[in-house]
């Protein structure tokens, strides 16, 4: 195992990327970036992208999100995917089941959108009160997708029609999967051949484009009318570009799906999420593999990042002066979309340094998050 290589390695990235301090706006950051020590108290973080995975894995990891989320979307890619309500629910028990004593996480579950989904199977999700939302995978575009969706427009509309009427959101993968399409250009290519043709089909689909990556989601999202399409934002998406894949050796725990991109992307979406738009909101896509499964000659895609999201979001926010929007993107602009109560609770984030464990253990395995090792600067705290 190349272990020996990955941690220098990653240890490049921090120093490498704060490239998101750009020249332009240098001053500006030094001016308004936070005070050693200072707090902020912030509306309890829900996760609206999230994969707790089952079994070891599911406990390994549960109580990380736990501790800082007041809820999260749970992603339904298991093997076998969660593609009923009836398995939703009970994915559901084996998660409450896995949280730390005490705690008051709401896990909100999704169905895994396929060929054969019935329009009946949207009526008992919304009957259930635990399903929140349908997740579209093109089949083959990621981690455990092979059993998603083929022909979204041949298979798919009477489906998506209920889901209208039920006002329940389709969660996208925006991504096509065509092998001739270069892999940096795909979540452009859905927009234009899937995207935009469905909302012209299907204009009161309420529709939440998942981890956008390019400047042509930020372009799509932001012509689109307002409470009826909006994207969320992983922390990798927003400090990491697509040099970091690469920076020093291959780094296989900066690979996630969608891809990174170029800088000129990266910055793209660091403007629309500062910016204040409630079109935005937090969705980290933490996505857990075992260490080995991502140091091996073909490594999973996914970033583990749950123990340091908001860490990260926070430097973001920070960087761009505009410490006084997190708060909107973490915890508000999400239950607004769905249509839920924000949360009542709150958290805090002290401005002091904390290191980032080197690798989570569990019985069988490890797994790695993201900056392993390294030192981040805002710290969450429940008091
Ligand atoms: C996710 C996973 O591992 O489940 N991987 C990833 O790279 N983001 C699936 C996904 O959301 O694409
Ligand atoms: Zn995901």
């Given at each position: 195992?190349?272990?020996?290589?990955?941690?220098?390695?990653?240890?490049?990235?921090?120093?490498?990327?704060?490239?998101?301090?750009?020249?332009?706006?240098?001053?500006?950051?030094?001016?308004?970036?936070?005070?050693?020590?200072?707090e902020l108290s912030l509306t309890r973080p829900d996760?609206?992208?999230?994969?707790?995975?089952e079994g070891e894995l599911l406990h390994a990891v549960?109580?990380?999100?736990?501790?800082?989320?007041?809820?999260?979307?749970?992603?339904?890619?298991?093997?076998?995917?969660?593609?009923?309500?009836?398995?939703?629910?009970?994915?559901?028990?084996?998660?409450?089941?896995?949280?730390?004593?005490?705690?008051?996480?709401?896990?909100?579950?999704?169905?895994?959108?396929?060929?054969?989904?019935?329009?009946?199977?949207?009526?008992?999700?919304?009957?259930?009160?635990?399903?929140?939302?349908?997740?579209?995978?093109?089949?083959?575009?990621?981690?455990?997708?092979?059993?998603?969706?083929?022909?979204?427009?041949?298979?798919?509309?009477?489906?998506?029609?209920?889901?209208?009427?039920?006002?329940?959101?389709?969660?996208?993968?925006?991504?096509?999967?065509?092998?001739?399409?270069?892999?940096?250009?795909?979540?452009?290519?859905?927009?234009?051949?899937?995207?935009?043709?469905?909302?012209?089909?299907?204009?009161?689909?309420?529709?939440?484009?998942?981890?956008?990556?390019?400047?042509?989601?930020?372009?799509?999202?932001?012509?689109?009318?307002?409470?009826?399409?909006?994207?969320?934002?992983?922390?990798?998406?927003?400090?990491?570009?697509?040099?970091?894949?690469?920076?020093?050796?291959?780094?296989?725990?900066?690979?996630?799906?969608?891809?990174?991109?170029?800088?000129?992307?990266?910055?793209?979406?660091?403007?629309?999420?500062?910016?204040?738009?409630?079109?935005?909101?937090?969705?980290?896509?933490?996505?857990?593999?075992?260490?080995?499964?991502?140091?091996?000659?073909?490594?999973?895609?996914?970033?583990?990042?749950?123990?340091?999201?908001?860490?990260?979001?926070?430097?973001?926010?920070?960087?761009?002066?505009?410490?006084?929007?997190?708060?909107?993107?973490?915890?508000?602009?999400?239950?607004?979309?769905?249509?839920?109560?924000?949360?009542?609770?709150?958290?805090?984030?002290?401005?002091?340094?904390?290191?980032?464990?080197?690798?989570?253990?569990?019985?069988?395995?490890?797994?790695?998050p993201m900056f392993a090792g390294e030192t981040l600067?805002?710290?969450?705290?429940?008091?």
């Amino acid at each position: 195992m190349p272990t020996s290589c990955s941690f220098p390695c990653q240890r490049s990235w921090i120093s490498y990327h704060p490239s998101s301090i750009n020249l332009r706006s240098h001053r500006f950051v030094v001016a308004s970036s936070a005070a050693a020590g200072m707090e902020l108290s912030l509306t309890r973080p829900d996760d609206w992208h999230l994969h707790l995975r089952e079994g070891e894995l599911l406990h390994a990891v549960a109580s990380h999100s736990a501790r800082q989320f007041g809820r999260a979307i749970v992603m339904p890619n298991l093997k076998p995917p969660i593609t009923t309500t009836e398995a939703a629910v009970a994915y559901r028990q084996s998660i409450l089941k896995a949280l730390p004593e005490g705690s008051v996480f709401d896990p909100l579950m999704t169905l895994y959108l396929t060929d054969n989904t019935s329009p009946e199977e949207i009526k008992l999700a919304r009957q259930s009160g635990v399903v929140f939302a349908v997740k579209l995978y093109p089949a083959g575009a990621t981690t455990n997708s092979q059993d998603g969706v083929t022909d979204i427009f041949g298979k798919c509309i009477p489906v998506l029609e209920e889901m209208a009427k039920h006002n329940m959101p389709l969660l996208v993968h925006g991504e096509v999967t065509d092998p001739s399409v270069d892999i940096f250009d795909r979540e452009k290519v859905f927009i234009e051949t899937i995207l935009e043709p469905l909302l012209k089909k299907l204009p009161h689909l309420k529709i939440v484009m998942e981890h956008i990556t390019t400047m042509e989601a930020v372009k799509f999202i932001e012509s689109c009318s307002e409470g009826s399409v909006a994207a969320t934002v992983t922390p990798q998406h927003l400090i990491l570009n697509r040099n970091s894949l690469f920076q020093g050796g291959l780094q296989p725990h900066n690979y996630c799906l969608p891809v990174l991109k170029r800088e000129i992307h990266r910055e793209a979406i660091v403007s629309a999420v500062t910016s204040g738009s409630n079109r935005y909101f937090l969705g980290t896509d933490s996505a857990p593999h075992e260490r080995r499964r991502k140091e091996c000659t073909c490594g999973c895609a996914g970033i583990y990042n749950a123990p340091v999201a908001l860490s990260l979001y926070a430097k973001v926010f920070e960087q761009a002066g505009s410490l006084d929007k997190l708060e909107a993107f973490t915890s508000f602009n999400g239950p607004d979309f769905y249509g839920l109560p924000r949360n009542t609770s709150k958290i805090k984030l002290r401005k002091s340094s904390w290191k980032v464990p080197v690798s989570y253990p569990y019985e069988h395995g490890e797994i790695v998050p993201m900056f392993a090792g390294e030192t981040l600067e805002w710290l969450p705290s429940n008091n």
